[in-house]
């Protein structure tokens, strides 16, 4: 089963909270994600038809191995995402909802590629000052 982007912003999101506080609760994710918990419900079952969690009575939900390994794919493409617009020089107010808006819109060869451009900025400070200079340049010019 392909997973479509809303599968992937609940799968995201679970793994953040379980990595970060042991659980994830239908309360909490519809608090993360803002939306009804009906919503999430309906959600979790489509998930858990799909192997990604599973229902563990008085312990609410869990990922699955599947569901942890897709989940900490996710989450690393999210944070390598924030870093690509971050060294491209993108505000940083700006930069979490950009990567909300493009994350599900990307094959994992762009993503991987991506990753090598980021590695390539950051292998050494000259190149991303030297990206700089050609966006000050460019700024001075629209002035
Ligand atoms: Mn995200």
Redesign the pocket.
Known sequence: MATTPSME?YI?RIYALIDGKGYARVSDIAEALEVHPSSVTKMIQKLDKGKYVVYEKYRGFMLTPKGKKLGKRLVDR?ALLEQFLSVIGVNEENIYED??GI?HHLSWDAIDRIGDLVQYFEETGKRVEELREVQRQNEEQSE
């Open positions: 912003d995201e999210h990567v909300e994350e």
